[in-house]
């Protein structure tokens, strides 16, 4: 009996084992609709103006939510139209200044049927959570991206190029019926399902 008793001891002991999880504090979610917009702004400029130039991005006037992913995404644009990276100002041709009027998320929600709530206190049991009761609801985020960027000759600073307003988005939306019937409709491409990704999907190794 001491034996069971023992053994029973020991499997409640291993059931109330847990491994604490890291919770960054911004989601993926969050940080890919961002990126992505960039991107789609991005890609709309014309950086032929580089080509044969030693070219700083000067980032001084740009300030925004991942500013490190669009100076870099901007980097990586100017390398592959034959531009010449340069790590100091006094050593380029051509600086380019980026800046930023947007670069955010925007989210809304819709339910129809009971939301969530929080019932009134109950003697000796406190609050209690009353669960959300939805026919149909829908949760959607929105993010968009407004980068210019502005080119002029280092030694005159002459005015070499202006951008205008380059505006990207995407979003990602979420819908459920009969609380447990969902899916997700997106533009991010990271966050679309591929049963049966194929190899020739794979974005291709640029060699120089």
Known sequence: MMAGIGAAALLLGAGCTQTGLTKPTRSAT???????????ALEQADFSIVNGKRVFVD????????????????????????GMLSGKTNEADIVIEPRAGALSIDASSTVLG??????????LAG???????????????????KIALLAYERESGKHVASSGPLVG????????F???IGYTKTTVPERKRQKHPRKEDAAPVEKQ
Do not use: H
């Open 59 to 82: 980032q001084s006037y740009f300030n925004a939510l991942d500013k490190e992913y669009v100076v870099g995404a901007i980097r990586d644009l100017i390398s592959k139209n034959g």
């Open 178 to 180: 009969l609380g447990y």
């Open 127 to 145: 609050a209690i959570q009353l669960p959300e009761i939805a026919l149909y609801k829908s949760e959607k985020q929105y993010s968009i991206a």
């Open 114 to 123: 009971i939301p969530g709530s929080t019932a009134a206190p109950i003697p």
């Open 30 to 40: 969050e940080q890919l609709l961002i990126s992505t917009a960039a991107d789609r």
């Open 169 to 176: 988005r995407a979003n990602i939306k979420y819908y459920k």
